[in-house]
């Protein structure tokens, strides 16, 4: 067989023969691998040096010969052929990348029967060098090296951690894993080996722990890790945690090419395939609740990612030219110019073209018998259809103008009937806002010239009231409210929350119709300037609005309409509708905050901002007052979600918090709130302390027992002082009127 | 073994005209262990090896792809027949990642349901033609199976593949897309449906890539009926084609001394160029969306 002279294809058609009787027996395996190892070695062609390299990972990888068979297979030569397939420098990819497969199927069998047979060095050390050699070139080889790489990375994770021992009595039925090897082996120290795999395991997960964005390194890496989290329970934990910190969405950044969209779903749905997988393998997992969760966070993302990107989903109807005879065709109907305004020629009213050279040619220069001629010919290659588009447009056109002809009423008034507006507040509204009926009637008696007429100028409206302006904003803001609220989207399906950087009008749903109210409601001009005037006139420590400014913020217009409608809505149902209210509220601060600054010109450093914001403290205190007798014992997480995401607190709110004490029943929810303000908002500190105070001075003696407790936390000495005072006050009543000394002292 | 109740049923419907027609036993008689088959079988690859050495060498090396789809018969095959046909003659296996083979009954509730692996395209042809040959004939289902017989001889089940294990008896019977294959193993596997792609991922993952061997896998997604795996049959084709140039092309440049004159696209590996190649298979082919994982065999 190793005849040299024979020329490479020659070789290949006899190697190959050989490998097929190995696949049709595979005892002769044992004969037959001796004998190609040398002639591989040897080889000086690469097709040959490729063809070994794929058998010897075949031979290792089959599962048609059992282990104990592979690991009599495993000689001196096969790892010297390993070896040197991988150490020669300029070695061929193709073959590097098999020789890193073979040595990855080969490592559980090396290991396997190194412990067993310890005087196996030689092996060992080929296997060492091998090993090292292979991890070296993780970082730097070519791609498909690098892929092959990771996998062997993969394998000796796996065979150099413990795994489960089946049965101790029959150690041939256990699978390879560091649990087999004896403590005192000579070769293979037990503690050495831990320390390496915890390294590797390390650099094996290092690329999702860097949150890579290439597939050909992640998808191969998520793809081989199941195996060790099913079967190795000491490090599962470790590598399930560094999965779900894994964001496979991470380069999805609009826009995206065709090429970033296919790796991102690849990322995506590889990274998914691999937790379903866990969550099915065994859905009591201890960490099942996390990779549920991580899973309905990486579909809501994923949605918002792909919402706006090109849709990869096949359309309604097959886009390919195949079915072109199945589709209707649905060509428009021609448009014609308009005719000019009149008064009209002839020429104009049969001029159906915008060519403006065509309609300044003179036909009256061409010979009569040429035109003759040409309309002859013209008239028989002529599509009928358009023809008679043709003169039908000419037809209309010259109704049009006799009609123009007859007397014209003149239009004093708009005329309402036939109004062609998209808009009729009257059909869209309920009949609440229909009661008023402004412009009805006005012009209904005239006699309606025809709609045909050519170009017609409306004569300007009359000028509207006051008090009609009223009724139509109302009409407009609660149909524009109710296109919002019947939108088809809910604001609790919205999958990502953008807060206050979320572009208004960016989607059809509700939440964005929600949005776009509450921003045309805050961000109007809100009277906001009186703040400005105070502020440039010095008495920026006025912080009480006058009587006029308050009644400002309540006049009726069309932002206020639009809060009261949306404090409504929020009160409709204001379990579900809080964060909405929120939302709102935190723009109306926001808006309060960068208003006064507009007006300013800029003559106001942003950070004297004006600590006013009338709008939001209105408003704040409004829902609060209304919402605040209907809280129960189970709402406190509501109330606590409430008071901590309001951008403000201010004592008004934190004065109605405290009235919730006056009902035992929400006690407790109201101290909780209380705390978490204390822990949760520094700024509001010394605010919520004073209102417990407050609490624990108005309170009955139940509310004091709590109440006491928490503020001997938070002001110690307090307490006792006043029970002290109190005492003494209630002695001092009873016994000696000697009241003077005894407040001195409870004061000092 | 669980029977599907519609299959108990049909099974004692369709019990009958099995017997005489077909006997499916002497086709499934496991692969024998005997040197003499194989050895008779590689005469005829050696010729096959010979001629493209001498005339074409182009084609000496050739990715192995594998097609999947529910019940390995229309798109999946149709996609087989495409790429073992074609002017490069893939090696191609292909199976079905459903429960049973399902195809169109007499109405949508009465499916007609065998198992797989062991009942061949031919049986189901027969059975078929002789239960209601018109109906049969008129979906379409008695020319499918028709084509289907000419390919393999029967629907295998993807979960059930043997990954690595030699498959020399569909060589020996003369399966289409066979040669080549013989190794047990694929570069590519395509699938025609995201549920196969997922079925396909995750018992990748079950088996936990005992050979070592990366796979790229594609899904393609075909609706199920003739004219769409028609369509997606030659998408396949033209996916694969550019794959295996990219492979070739690969190969090619790495040899012994190709890395250094090898540029640009060239000196990238196959694997790196899989991306951009999906991508620009996908803007040529908008309505099959695409997706794609590397994982292991």
């Given amino acids: ?748 | 073994m669980s029977i599907d109740p519609r299959r108990a049923r049909l099974q004692a419907r369709t019990a009958t005209p099995t017997q005489p027609t077909a006997l499916p036993p002497t086709v499934q008689a496991p692969p024998v262990a005997l040197p003499q088959p194989p050895l008779a079988a590689v005469p005829p690859s050696l010729d096959g090896a010979a001629v493209p050495t001498s005339a074409a060498p182009e084609t000496s090396f050739k990715l192995k792809f594998c097609t999947v789809c529910a019940s390995n018969n229309n798109r999946s095959m149709e996609a087989h027949l495409r790429l073992a046909t074609s002017d490069q003659k893939y090696p191609v296996l292909s199976f079905g990642t459903g429960s049973f083979v399902r195809l169109p009954g007499p109405s949508i509730s009465q499916p007609q349901v065998y198992d797989f692996n062991i009942t061949s395209y031919d049986t189901m042809y027969k059975e078929l033609q002789a239960q209601d040959e018109r109906l049969y004939r008129n979906n379409g289902i008695l020319n499918m199976l028709d084509r289907n017989r000419n390919i393999k001889w029967g629907p295998e089940k993807f979960h059930d593949w043997a990954v690595g294990a030699a498959r020399l008896e569909p060589i020996n019977r003369g399966d289409k897309g066979s040669m080549g294959a013989e190794g047990g193993v694929v570069d590519v596997i395509f699938t025609c449906e995201e549920r196969c792609w997922d079925a396909v991922v995750e018992n990748l993952l079950d088996r936990g890539a005992p050979l070592n061997r990366p796979v790229h896998v594609f899904n393609i997604d075909i609706r199920d009926n003739h004219e769409e795996a028609l369509v997606g049959g030659r998408a396949i084709l033209e996916l694969a084609d550019a794959l295996n140039e990219a492979a070739n092309q690969e190969r090619g440049a790495h040899g012994a001394s190709g890395w250094e004159n090898g540029n640009g696209i060239a000196r990238m590996s196959f694997d790196e160029r899989v991306p951009d190649i999906l991508a620009e298979w996908q803007q040529k082919w908008p309505s099959l969306p695409a997706l794609w994982t590397l994982s292991w065999l």
């Fill in chain 1, 1 to 748: 067989m190793a005849a040299s002279e024979q020329s490479p294809a020659e070789m290949l058609g006899q190697l190959e023969q050989a490998r097929k009787l190995c696949l049709a027996d595979p005892s002769v395996y044992n004969q037959i691998v001796p004998g190609i190892v040398p002639i591989i070695q040897t080889a000086a062609s690469v097709e040959i040096r490729r063809w070994g390299a794929d058998f010897v990972a075949e031979v290792f990888a089959t599962p048609a010969l059992p282990g104990h068979q592979k690991e009599q297979l495993i000689s001196d030569k096969v790892m010297e052929l390993l070896r040197a397939m991988l150490e020669m420098p300029t070695e061929d990819v193709a073959v590097v990348k098999s020789a890193v497969q073979a040595c990855a199927s080969i490592y559980p069998y090396v290991f396997r029967r190194v412990i067993s047979h310890p005087d196996l060095a030689l092996v060992w050390r080929d296997m060492t060098t091998i090993k090292i050699n292979i991890l070296q070139r993780l970082d730097v080889a070519p791609v498909p090296i690098r892929v092959c790489c990771i996998k062997f990375l993969q394998k000796v994770v796996q065979i150099q951690t413990p795994g489960q021992i089946a049965d101790p009595r029959r150690p041939e039925h256990n699978e390879t894993s560091l649990a087999l090897v004896p403590r005192n082996h000579p070769l293979l120290p037990l503690a050495n080996l831990e320390a390496e795999t915890s390294g590797l395991l390390d650099r094996l997960l290092s690329v999702i722990q860097e949150n890579s964005t290439d597939p050909l390194v992640i998808d191969p890496t998520m793809n081989c890790l199941a195996v060790l989290i099913r079967t190795r329970p000491t490090i599962s934990n470790k590598i399930l945690a560094t999965v779900l910190n894994y964001n496979p969405l991470k380069s999805a950044i609009h826009p995206m090419t065709l090429r970033t969209v296919i790796t991102v779903r690849s990322l995506e749905r590889t990274t998914r395939a691999l937790l379903r997988f866990i969550i099915r393998w065994n859905p009591h997992h201890p960490m099942a609740p996390k990779i549920d969760a991580y899973l309905q966070r990486l579909q809501a993302s994923k949605t918002a990612v792909f919402q706006g990107a090109q849709n990869l989903k096949r359309p309604a109807e097959p886009t390919d030219g195949l079915d072109d005879a199945k589709r209707q065709r649905l060509q428009p109907p021609r448009r014609f110019p308009p005719m000019p305004p009149p008064p009209h020629s002839f020429a104009q009213l049969f001029t159906l073209t915008e060519d403006a050279s065509l309609t300044q040619f003179d036909v009256k220069v061409l010979p009569e018998e040429m035109v003759s001629m040409i309309s002859s010919a013209l008239m028989q290659h002529i599509d009928s259809k358009s023809l008679d588009e043709a003169i039908e447009e000419v037809r209309q056109r010259y109704q049009m103008v006799q009609d123009a002809a007859k007397p014209v009423i003149p239009a004093a008034f708009p005329t309402s009937g036939d109004d062609d507006d998209d808009y009729d507040p009257e059909l869209l509204s309920g009949p609440e806002h229909a009661a008023t009926s402004i412009s009805q009637g006005v012009g209904a008696d005239l006699p309606q010239p025809m709609p045909e007429l050519g170009p017609f100028e409306l004569p300007k409206p009359p000028p509207l009231s006051s008090a009609e302006l009223a009724v139509l904003s109302e009409q407009t803001v609660a149909h524009v409210f109710e296109t919002a609220l019947s939108s088809e989207r809910n604001l609790s399906v919205s999958n990502q929350k953008l807060g206050i950087n979320r572009l208004a009008a960016s989607a059809n749903d509700k939440d964005s119709w929600l949005t776009l109210m509450i921003r045309l409601a805050t961000r109007a001009p809100a009277g906001l300037e009186m703040l400005v005037q105070s502020q440039t006139n010095g008495d920026m420590l006025k912080l009480e609005l006058d009587d006029s400014q308050l009644a400002s913020l309540q006049q009726i217009n069309v932002p206020n309409r639009i809060r009261q409608l949306l404090f409504d809505y929020v009160l409709d149902d204001w379990h579900h509708r809080l964060p909405l209210g929120i939302t709102w509220l935190t723009e109306e601060w926001y808006a309060d905050k960068i208003e006064p600054l507009a007006f300013s010109n800029g003559d106001v450093p942003m950070t004297k901002a004006d600590p006013r914001t009338p709008n939001y403290d209105y408003w704040s205190a409004l829902l609060f007052d209304t919402l605040i007798p209907r809280f129960d014992a189970n709402d406190h997480k509501i109330l606590i979600r409430f008071v901590s995401e309001l951008p403000s607190i201010n004592r008004g709110i934190l004065s109605q918090l405290k009235t919730l004490t006056r009902d035992p029943a929400t006690v407790k929810i109201c101290m909780m709130a209380l705390q978490y303000l204390y822990l949760m908002r520094p700024p509001v500190r010394e605010m919520v302390i004073d209102t417990m105070q407050e609490i624990w001075e108005d309170g009955d003696n139940e509310v004091k027992n709590t109440s006491g407790k928490i503020l001997k936390k938070w002001r110690p000495g307090f307490v006792d002082r006043a029970v002290e005072k109190t005492k003494e006050e209630a002695e001092s009543t009873r016994t000696f009127p000697n009241g003077v000394k005894v407040e001195q002292i409870a004061s000092e």
